[in-house]
């Protein structure tokens, strides 16, 4: 995959934004830190919404010591946003390409939500790419979190409605059009984060600027059409580098107790697991970035 550097300098307080082209679009990405360094570079992955402006206290924490690459996946932050089938598969070839072509060295992937998904895609299906993995709040599915009963009649109809309704252009539109005002996106990150200092205007800004670009329902509209991606049980099977958990242990989203038992029941290599829990909701690199960043800090230089 040919990978071509565009001539942009966009500074995002000392990091350095870019753009090179993958498959003909245009991807963004930022770079910070020393060109060499004795520890293999970060490569930072955010989550849903969100984009490379939601590592900014990750960056200024740790760019003195490491190489820091942060990337906006395709249909998101400043990157393009065609209308593709999104998927776990797609973000894991970007990842990779972006690895082997640009960084040019196996990296420690940091992903955070949707963003630690397509990171363990990368670790567990393109194993060159990577020598650690980070996962924060991580998403995505686990076999054995499907339901032990048949589901009743009523659940199967209201699964099958909602899923009729998404697949209709009408509904999805009118939906991201709701999701994206600033007052509903300041409203969700309150839900989820414990510390409500840290919900910012610069944050609401952050996820409401890339919302209004072209192409941005229409990318709302496929990750919620696409198929189910790997479980997360079995690309932890497969994954062989060393893995480092945090977890914000308030997160409405997500039972983050359960989840943690599940990673520990399928990563098959525990003596190279760490753990950590933290006081904070769904991003807690974004609520905590000191204590973030040190566990970081500690745990790269160990590996």
């Not at 293999?40 to 989550?47: C, E, M, S, T, W």
């Not at 402006?53 to 003195?64: E, S, V, Y």
């Not at 007052?183 to 839900?191: D, E, F, G, P, V």
């Not at 893995?243 to 003596?271: C, I, T």
Request: some cysteine; glycine content about 6%; overall charge negative.
């Amino acid at each position: 995959m040919l990978w071509v550097w565009v001539m942009t300098q966009l500074c995002a307080e000392t990091a350095i934004g870019n753009y090179c082209t993958w498959r003909d679009q245009l991807i963004y990405y930022v770079q910070a830190g020393p060109s060499r360094s004795q520890y293999p570079p970060l490569l930072l992955v955010h989550g849903f919404g969100a984009s490379t402006d939601h590592w900014r206290k990750t960056i200024a924490g740790l760019q003195d010591e490491f190489a820091i690459w942060a990337i906006d996946l395709l249909g998101f932050g400043r990157s393009a946003k065609p209308n593709w089938e999104y998927s776990g598969d797609l973000w894991r070839d970007q990842l990779h390409d972006f690895i082997t072509d640009v960084i040019r060295q196996p990296v420690v992937l940091v992903g955070n939500s949707l963003g630690g998904y397509a990171s363990l895609c990368v670790a567990a299906q393109r194993p060159n790419s990577a020598c650690g993995l980070v996962l924060l709040n991580s998403a995505g599915p686990f076999s054995d979190s499907e339901p032990t009963q048949p589901p009743s009649l009523w659940q199967t109809l209201r699964r099958r409605t909602l899923q009729t309704l998404f697949q209709q252009d009408w509904v999805s539109y009118l939906i991201f059009q709701y999701t994206r005002r600033r007052s509903t996106i300041r409203k969700t990150l309150q839900k989820v984060y414990l510390d409500q200092s840290a919900v910012t205007d610069q944050l609401v800004e952050d996820i409401y600027r890339p919302a209004c670009d072209p192409g941005a329902a229409q990318v709302f509209a496929s990750i919620f059409r696409t198929p189910q991606g790997e479980w997360v049980d079995t690309l932890l099977r497969d994954l062989r580098h060393p893995l480092l958990l945090l977890w914000g242990e308030g997160d409405p989203w997500m039972d983050v107790n359960k989840r943690s038992a599940q990673f520990r029941q399928h990563y098959p290599h525990l003596e190279n697991l760490q753990e950590h829990f933290l006081p904070a909701g769904h991003c807690p690199h974004d609520e905590l970035p000191d204590q973030v960043n040190q566990y970081l800090r500690d745990w790269i230089k160990a590996i």
